[in-house]
């Protein structure tokens, strides 16, 4: 993963992962509240911990009316790349948030619960945290003001 000072004259992308067990009642407007907010190349990874509600369902539905990458065993991905979610049995969020580190690409990853409402800067406010500091290795608990 490149220092954000070698990238200081680009903006830097942002991979959200959000690892969900049941959490049906919200994960949709935990996904709606992020989708206003993504830049190009920033993406949400969205790791089911082996949820029995129709958690699944309501996020395929966000996948549904976009062509998709063709799915993996465990993994679908909206066309555009910027939604992923992945499928894995109940471990807990420790195990999914790692399922879903696995797969980022970005030069900040953000962790945020199925059940945590993103205020509308919340990725604003963490790329100008890391890059106000871009020789510092940076991390953000609880919220950014």
Same mark, same amino acid.
């Given at each position: 993963?490149?220092?954000?000072?070698?990238?200081?004259?680009?903006?830097? $992308?942002?991979?959200?992962?959000? *690892?969900?067990?049941?959490?049906?009642?919200?994960?949709?407007?935990?996904?709606?509240? /992020? &989708?206003?907010?993504?830049?190009?190349?920033?993406?949400?990874?969205?790791?089911?911990?082996?949820?029995?509600?129709?958690?699944?369902?309501?996020?395929?539905?966000?996948?549904?009316?976009?062509?998709?990458?063709?799915?993996?065993?465990?993994?679908?991905?909206?066309?555009?790349?910027? /939604?992923?979610?992945?499928? $894995?049995?109940?471990?807990?969020?420790?195990?999914?948030?790692?399922?879903? /580190?696995?797969?980022?690409?970005?030069?900040?990853?953000?962790?945020?619960?199925?059940?945590?409402?993103?205020?509308?800067?919340?990725?604003?406010?963490?790329?100008?945290?890391?890059?106000?500091? *871009?020789?510092? &290795?940076?991390?953000? /608990?609880?919220?950014? $003001?």
């Amino acid at each position: 993963m490149p220092t954000l000072s070698s990238i200081s004259a680009r903006r830097p $992308t942002v991979d959200v992962v959000i *690892p969900v067990h049941n959490n049906a009642e919200t994960i949709e407007a935990v996904l709606s509240g /992020l &989708q206003a907010q993504l830049s190009q190349g920033d993406r949400v990874h969205v790791v089911d911990d082996g949820s029995t509600d129709d958690t699944l369902d309501r996020v395929r539905s966000l996948l549904r009316g976009e062509a998709k990458v063709p799915p993996f065993a465990d993994r679908e991905c909206s066309r555009l790349g910027d /939604l992923c979610l992945y499928r $894995t049995a109940h471990q807990g969020p420790a195990a999914a948030r790692n399922a879903g /580190l696995r797969n980022v690409s970005a030069d900040i990853v953000l962790f945020l619960g199925g059940d945590t409402l993103p205020a509308t800067t919340l990725l604003e406010r963490h790329r100008a945290i890391h890059v106000s500091a *871009p020789e510092d &290795q940076v991390a953000c /608990l609880g919220s950014v $003001t």
